[in-house]
């Protein structure tokens, strides 16, 4: 019984996002007939894999408490890069245009990631910083013109479906489980898990701070540059201002998934269901023809309700280890 008490406590915050999700479904499912149906369910994981897949990312970003607000401009990057290349070959190797924009995507994650760690910049200050950059450099070189009508086969990519979800759904899926395993199983991950716990102490103990950033960085620009090849590949399309506005959707889900906002704790189920909730409550207001605006507002209600759980849950964790710090045990 104490051991059901214990998993159930530990995983609180996703058995009560589960009964959210669950509760917004059933009170739409009465105000909208076709919310049940198959085809609109499914969609709304198809819909939302490439946020859920830059919100992997971002989960790994803030465990190691930092921020990165630069990532929609990383996906604009991206996106465009990739276009570019499926524009010049027609599209022939989807294989290569994941690579390059992976690629172009490491390379703009492991910018931020060197301030970050070379200089001590709080990340919010470098990230704001190649924001702008990255956004004015797209305008500039690109004079607001977008890539369109891209064919080959790459177009046909993210849309193709196995079973009843699409190519990104399973990319989604896989993601979450590499990096499971990435973050609980190997060297890198108790690295970025004790960062973020504990910064000064993990380097006391001979841990590569710098390494970390670095990774963690390249990292959620590994997973912009995939999401935006799904993008690119779903939608014929690519834009310099697109993913605008879409650092406050990957903050939301992770942290209302579980991943404190100061660092060291993750949840990459709560990340999950992060991403579904808000794949939800858009399709809802859709659905029962609500204007699209209510969306920057939920979004901002849920931002600013999970950051105040996070902070709380950080601020419980820290006084329970100094209890038990006090009284000779151990409060790691």
């Known amino acids: 019984?104490?051991?059901?008490?214990?998993?159930?406590?530990?995983?609180?915050?996703?058995?009560?996002?589960?009964?959210?999700?669950?509760?917004?479904?059933?009170?739409?499912?009465f105000l909208s007939e076709g919310f049940l149906n198959?085809?609109?369910?499914?969609?709304?994981l198809n819909n939302n894999a490439i946020i859920g897949i830059?919100?992997?990312?971002?989960?790994?970003?803030?465990?190691?408490?930092?921020?990165?607000?630069?990532?929609?401009?990383?996906?604009?990057?991206?996106?465009?890069?990739?276009?570019?290349?499926?524009d010049m070959t027609g599209g022939a190797n989807p294989f290569m245009a994941f690579v390059i924009s992976i690629a172009a995507?490491?390379?703009l994650g492991m910018l931020n990631g060197f301030f970050v760690a070379k200089f001590d910049i709080p990340a919010i200050i470098v990230t704001l910083g190649t924001l702008s950059i990255i956004r004015g450099a797209l305008l500039l070189i690109t004079k607001s013109a977008w890539i369109s009508d891209l064919k080959g086969p790459f177009i046909k990519l993210a849309n193709y479906k196995l079973g009843i979800f699409t190519v990104s759904v399973y990319v989604?899926?896989?993601?979450?489980?590499?990096?499971?395993?990435?973050?609980?199983?190997?060297?890198?991950?108790?690295?970025?898990?004790?960062?973020?716990?504990?910064?000064?102490?993990a380097e006391r103990i001979g841990i590569n701070k710098f390494f970390v950033y670095m990774f963690s960085f390249g990292f959620m620009g590994a997973l912009s540059?995939?999401?935006?090849?799904?993008?690119?590949?779903?939608?014929?399309?690519a834009q310099p201002t697109a993913g605008a506005g879409l650092e406050m959707k990957l903050i939301a889900a992770a942290v209302i998934g579980g991943t404190v906002f100061s660092g060291g704790i993750a949840?990459?189920?709560?990340?999950?269901?992060?991403?579904?909730?808000?794949?939800?409550?858009?399709?809802a207001l859709?659905?029962?023809?609500?204007?699209?605006?209510?969306?920057?507002?939920?979004t901002g209600i849920v931002l600013i309700t999970a950051i105040a759980s996070s902070a709380y849950q950080g601020k419980d964790g820290l006084v329970k280890g100094q209890k038990q710090t006090a009284k000779g045990g151990d409060s790691l």
Request: charged share 10%.
């Open 38 to 44: 198959v085809g609109n369910l499914t969609n709304i």
């Open 1 to 29: 019984m104490s051991s059901f008490r214990g998993f159930v406590k530990s995983k609180l915050r996703e058995i009560i996002l589960i009964l959210v999700i669950l509760t917004i479904s059933i009170i739409v499912s």
């Open 225 to 237: 540059g995939v999401a935006s090849t799904l993008y690119v590949s779903k939608l014929a399309i």
């Open 286 to 298: 859709v659905l029962t023809q609500v204007p699209v605006y209510w969306q920057s507002l939920a």
């Open 172 to 201: 989604w899926i896989l993601i979450i489980l590499f990096t499971y395993f990435m973050l609980y199983h190997t060297r890198i991950g108790r690295n970025i898990v004790a960062v973020g716990g504990n910064k000064n102490a």
């Open 105 to 107: 995507g490491i390379l």
């Open 267 to 283: 949840s990459l189920l709560g990340t999950f269901l992060g991403a579904l909730l808000f794949g939800l409550i858009e399709n």
């Open 54 to 86: 830059m919100a992997v990312g971002m989960t790994i970003i803030i465990v190691t408490g930092n921020i990165d607000v630069s990532v929609g401009a990383q996906f604009a990057a991206c996106s465009m890069v990739t276009a570019l290349y499926v």
